[in-house]
């Protein structure tokens, strides 16, 4: 029949995928088509905002509060970028109880600046994916842990070793990791102490780690993750160490190194690479009893953004040469050959 609206008489949920499909400004002025799409966009699942660059509906945080609240089913992923003042700090907490009781959140990602908030993490029940960024974490006292959480980032972030060990012990999924620490600290002495702190990791089913040695002074030790393959080790380019942190990053480095000795493939950017180079002579092939394995070493030709590519790492095992190759403006590569071959 000519002139029917076909889409109005569509399944709701055919009418929300399409809404799904457009951004959340445009979503939201559908509501004026007609009475039935009026509150439609209330039961979209997937949000991403951006309290820096808002517009129309999204343009304050207390606007962004409204629309959470006003949200009928539950949301399956969660973006927020955001930019605060000190007056601002506690909308994080808010958003992240809204989000606590539509329940259902599978993927929550949170990236602050300005102004760290600190926040009470929920301990959300359906929780996939966790990625915080410039945020202060305290977990609840009877925090459980994330039994479906499969990937964990957590960028300059500041929390407590408890907390940390906490979250990593009560997500027995993790598949992936990446950590990086603005503050790091236990009950009895902050970070900025002389004893570092550690991570344990005992994941049974990680692949992926990506770990920075950065100002803080976190080490992390791995006791059981059989499937990892794949480790960045880097040390924040960022930050302008000093010789005596470059010598801590490379020992933690080293004494890192045995724990990966499985993994199939092992990246470490420039900053490490040149702490690591403190231990060893120039140009030589240097066997350390200590760690077990046989290591090369070079001196700075080359750019901060040059990265080292491991290939395998059988040079933590013993009776291993390694062949350093150098090339102008390339990645590092290293090759390895069984001595006894």
Known sequence: MAGADRISVLPEETKVFILSLLSFTDAVRTSVLSRSWRHLWTFLLHFN?????????????EDLGRILSSLRGPIRHFSLQCFLLAHQSS??????????????LGNLCVHCGGTVPQVLLPSFRLLKDLDLQWIDIILPDDFAGFEQLTSLKLHSV???????????????????????FERFFTSQEDAAGEQPCSVIINCPLLKYLRFDFGEVKV???????????????????????????????GAAALKFMPDIAHVW????????????????CFTELIYNTEHN?????IQAICSPNDAVLIKSTPFLMPHYSVCLKLMCHAPYEFIFGNCNA
Do not use: W
């Not at 909308?91 to 009781?101: E, G, I, R, S, T």
């Not at 990246?267 to 490490?272: A, I, W, Y």
């Open 219 to 249: 080490e992390p030790r791995i006791i059981s993750a059989p499937c990892l393959e794949n480790v960045y080790v880097s040390a924040s380019a960022d930050y302008d160490f000093t010789r005596e942190e470059f010598a801590r990053v």
């Open 265 to 280: 493939h092992l990246s470490l950017n420039f900053e490490v690479l040149m702490a690591i180079a403190q231990f060893y």
């Open 91 to 104: 909308c994080v907490q808010h958003f992240l109880d809204l989000l606590f009781q539509k329940d259902g």
């Open 49 to 61: 905002f951006d309290l820096d660059f808002g517009e129309g509906p999204v343009c304050s945080t």
């Open 293 to 297: 394995f046989v290591a090369a070493s």
């Open 158 to 180: 500041c929390i407590s070793q408890t907390d940390m060990q906490s979250l990593i012990d009560g997500s027995k999924k993790l598949m992936s990791i990446e950590l990086s």
